[in-house]
Each structure stands twice: as C-alpha cells, then as structure tokens.
C-alpha cells in the first residue's frame, strides 16, 4: 500500500504563486511515476504534471510555463509549483502515484483557489 499526503493549498490572487507539496509513504519501491491532478467543480479529474522516476516530465498545456513539478526519489515527495497563477487553476488539486503492476493511488486533495 502507498499512502500520499498533500500540502500547501490556499487562497491566492491572480497572478499569485502556491508550491504544492505531497509525502508518500509505504509501499513506493514499485512506484514508476508520481503527479498531479486537479478537479474543478462541475469537471472531470485532469492532469496537471506528471514526472517517471526517471524524470521524464509531461505537463498540460494549460499550465505549461507557469507551473514545475519536481521530485526527490530519495524521499518519495513531489512538488508542484505554480506562478501567474489564474482563476481558472482553482480546483482540488490530488497528489498521485502510479506503480508498475498498473495500481494508482491518490492523496486525500487540497483546495486551491485563485481570486480574480
């Protein structure tokens, strides 16, 4: 089992910055990649970032230069950091792990909410 815990959602104006954080623990040596996704209300679950233990790296369009995500494999955290952030990133953000037997998990989400 994996277990994901996030941190560093909150309220922030346009235009503000947020870093994201997420620890995992358990079970992460099977563990190929890590990222992030986000739900706003009313809308399906989309990715945000993802990264490979190998650091290859995949982004949405939407957030492509204003967003990084990173991680350390030594402590199985990843991070996102999001500038020129806009009101259309305000949405529950969820941490995510997938392993190589093809299991996924998710944190538990945390609220970001960008005013105008």
């Known amino acids: 089992q994996v277990q994901l815990v996030e941190s560093g959602g909150g309220l922030v104006q346009a235009g503000g910055s947020l870093r994201l954080s997420c620890a995992g623990s358990?079970?992460?040596?099977?563990?190929?990649?890590m990222g992030w996704y986000r739900q706003a209300p009313g809308k399906q679950r989309e990715l945000v970032a993802s990264?490979?233990?190998?650091?290859?790296?995949n982004y949405a369009d939407s957030v492509k230069g204003r967003f990084t995500i990173s991680r350390d494999n030594a402590k199985n955290t990843v991070s996102l950091q999001m500038n020129s952030l806009k009101p259309e990133d305000t949405a529950v953000y969820y941490c995510?792990?997938?392993?190589?037997?093809?299991?996924?998990?998710w944190g538990q989400g945390t609220q970001v909410t960008v005013s105008s």
């Open positions: 358990g079970s992460f040596f099977s563990i190929t990649a």
């Open positions: 995510n792990a997938d392993n190589v037997y093809g299991s996924t998990w």
């Open positions: 990264i490979t233990n190998g650091g290859r790296i």
